[in-house]
């Protein structure tokens, strides 16, 4: 009898444990499923994107958009979140990857070496392997999927600096560490496109360092309005710096009389936007539906056409766009999927719930 | 009347305990068996012997923790630190190699290391026996992790792999079959064969069940704590060492979280944390249920969350059920007992 009872209950569980599993399996068919006939081209083609973890809106949007793009081209595409933030939980999605015989794995990496050996046998079980966000090693993967280059950005900010101080004027930079090499590169590159003739009229009076940190950001963009009484413009490329300029304009009600843009979160700065009067008319970061498509568009070429990485190759996307393999600064090679998104007054509120 | 009713029910306990942990291990053996078929038949890619084996060895690295960790639990203690030990030792292991020590003396630092960490718990723990091993090993947990930090701060140290015998301690294999799995089989027979056949090992059951009771019959049993802790570390290192080589760079945040999953894995096989009770096959067994229960909810792509939500649910029902047997057990014969008293 009990021994009854104890097998029985343990039939129950492993049903519980197929009920979760059922439907969490049948998504991806589904997700491929919106196009018709999908069942065939699911058995043909199956492409994976890896997160960096669950619950993080920015990767989840990258990987909506990865899975729009490939479900579009009729194929199935699977999302795997690992269960902790770490490289180690991403090998174990890896592998499983391996198993399944999926096409193509792109992943935003938890760390840029630990990732080589899992994707490498992937790579020689003749599965394509992109990594987008957050690179891995060259040895790791055929390309990168980039957000923007450096030229990319820099041009970005110098064209709102123009717009925004109507073509001359005083205006600062409120970068975040001295050292810090996206910053540096971004504001090099922002110098050098700025020597030319339509920027002439316009007067870099000094690049304060507010370190990323919130307070010591605010207390850097009080020291610029204090000794530059004619500043116009702010450009921030740090999120931090950005959010804590606008505060500060804000707060001192100088809206439109000092304005501020550069690189920030809808989230956080949503309430600095918008309609009317208000400290920053619009700012720019990287659209994260965008580079999940790119990497989508990337991994099908890679398996129905030519596309290996390598330097100089290009190819047409399904959105009628051409990519061009450039290189990278790690030696390897990359996709830049284009300028910096803009959000403005517009699409600010839309944006602010997506991270 | 009290007294004697007293010394049956004591009696019956010590003989439906027995059966309890013999259905257990039938339990056991019947969910590590739904497991497998289940995997195997909703996934066809399940029964490939390379990924298989590649899957396998993932959960192996954590896997060695669980014997020592057996031990821990019979004796009535717990040892929360070891996924710091195993941080630390790898991360001593990547920064000796890095600054140009050979790797074989990488390998032995990290072992000494991982040993020390066990030892200074076990010292704490012996020295001062009024302390809660709990206590104790979570402030270890954070000390160890921190000093890993404090070596690497937010940086990794890596390049292990390019040394080719390094790099083959996990990736090698015999076959089909990985080193690493060989290896841990070994392990598994002898930290089964000492705890079930030799004095120590009944010293470990002897002070689980009684620890003052074990003191007077002249177990020496804070010797016998002071090694286990000890051969706790030693396997951490021995951990670190496989973690290393699988992933061929180290960073202080690794290893999080190993400790409960060791404590599942043990106490899934039958071994309570209360001390005293349960047996070793049934923590390999489990090892291999958790890890495959993994792998094949990981290949039909269930949610990383869900899987661990499963598994938590799984351990629950498991270490329940014996519970409900032996409550009724034990009822039914008060009962019985009851009625012939009158």
Redesign the interface.
């Given at each position: 009898m009990k021994k009854l009872i104890a097998i029985v209950l343990c039939l129950l569980m492993a049903f519980a444990a197929f009920a979760c599993a059922q439907p969490a399996a049948s998504t991806a068919p589904e997700a491929g499923g919106a196009s018709e006939g999908a069942a065939a081209a699911d058995a043909a083609q199956t492409y994976a994107v890896i997160t960096k973890s669950a619950g993080n809106p920015y990767n989840e949007r990258e990987a909506a958009g990865f899975e729009e793009a490939i479900t579009e081209a009729g194929y199935a595409a699977i999302i795997k979140h690992p269960a902790e933030i770490t490289a180690e939980a991403q090998i174990t999605l890896i592998n499983e990857l391996v198993a399944q015989g999926v096409q193509g794995i792109a992943v935003a990496a938890n760390d840029v070496d630990a990732l080589e050996t899992a994707l490498k046998a992937a790579m020689d079980a003749g599965i394509k392997v992109v990594s987008l966000d957050s690179s891995v090693n060259v040895a790791s993967r055929m390309t990168h999927i980039n957000q923007a280059g450096v030229q990319q950005v820099a041009q970005a900010l110098a064209d709102a600096v123009l717009d925004l101080t109507g073509g001359e004027g005083d205006w600062a930079i409120l970068s975040a560490t001295s050292t810090a090499s996206n910053q540096n590169a971004w504001i090099e590159a922002q110098k050098e496109i700025m020597k030319g003739d339509a920027y002439s009229g316009l007067n870099l009076v000094e690049v304060a360092y507010g370190d990323d940190e919130y307070q010591k950001s605010v207390d850097q963009t009080q020291a610029l309005l204090q000794n530059y009484p004619d500043l116009k413009v702010i450009c921030a490329p740090t999120t931090v710096g950005i959010a804590a300029a606008s505060k500060v304009i804000t707060d001192e009600g100088l809206q439109g009389k000092v304005i501020v843009t550069g690189l920030g979160l809808p989230s956080e700065m949503a309430e600095f936007m918008g309609e009317g009067n208000v400290a920053c008319p619009y700012m720019f970061l990287w659209n994260p539906i965008d580079v999940g498509r790119v990497a989508a568009y990337a991994l099908i070429e890679m398996v129905n056409g030519d596309l290996t990485g390598e330097l100089g190759q290009s190819f047409v996307a399904a959105n009628g766009t051409t990519y061009t393999v450039t290189e990278a600064g790690d030696g390897g090679t990359e996709i830049i999927i284009g300028p910096p998104f803009a959000f403005t007054a517009e699409n600010i509120e839309e944006w602010k719930t997506v991270y | 009347m009290p007294t004697k009713s007293g010394r049956t029910i004591a009696a019956t306990k010590e003989k439906s305990l027995k059966s309890v942990f013999l259905?257990w291990e039938?339990?056991l053996i019947?969910?590590f068996l739904?497991?497998n078929i289940?995997n195997a038949s909703?996934?066809k890619?399940?029964l490939?012997a390379t990924?298989?084996f590649?899957?396998i060895s993932?959960f192996l690295v954590k896997g060695f923790i669980a014997f020592p960790m057996a031990y821990i639990l019979v004796l009535g203690d717990i040892d929360l630190s070891v996924g710091s030990t195993v941080a630390l030792s790898a991360t001593l292991l990547g920064v000796s190699y890095n600054a140009g020590l050979p790797m074989g003396a990488a390998v032995g630092i990290a072992l000494l290391c991982g040993t020390l960490c066990g030892f200074l718990n076990g010292i704490i723990l012996t020295k001062f026996t009024e302390l809660a091993a709990m206590i104790v090993t979570l402030g270890t947990m954070t000390l160890y992790r921190g000093i890993a930090e404090m070596i690497l701060g937010s940086q990794?140290t890596?390049g292990l792999?390019n040394v080719t015998w390094f790099y083959d301690l996990y990736?090698a294999r015999l076959g089909t079959v990985p080193y690493i799995f060989i290896v841990f089989c070994v392990l598994a027979v002898a930290f089964g064969f000492i705890l079930h056949k030799t004095t120590f090992g009944r010293y470990i059951y002897a002070i689980g069940n009684n620890r003052l009771a074990a003191r007077y019959a002249g177990v020496p049993v804070q010797r016998v704590r002071l090694i286990c802790f000890t051969l706790v570390g030693l396997i951490c290192g021995i951990s670190s060492i496989y973690y290393a080589s699988?992933?061929?760079?180290v960073?202080y945040?690794?290893?999080?979280?190993y400790e409960l999953e060791a404590i599942s894995m043990v106490v899934l096989g039958g071994i309570s944390t209360a001390g005293g009770k349960g047996n070793f096959p049934g923590t390999v067994i489990s090892i291999f249920t958790i890890g495959l229960?993994?792998?094949g909810?990981?290949?039909?792509?269930?949610?990383?969350?869900?899987?661990?939500?499963?598994i938590g649910?799984?351990l629950i029902?498991?270490v329940t059920?014996p519970n409900?047997?032996f409550r009724?057990h034990t009822e039914k014969h008060a009962l019985a007992s009851s009625g012939t008293a009158q």
């Open positions: - | 259905r039938f339990l019947l969910l739904i497991v289940m909703i996934s890619n399940y490939n990924n298989l590649t899957a993932t990794s890596g792999q990736y699988w992933m061929g760079t960073r945040d690794i290893a999080t979280g229960l993994k792998y909810l990981g290949l039909i792509n269930v949610n990383s969350q869900t899987i661990l939500m499963i649910a799984i029902i498991v059920i409900l047997r009724k």
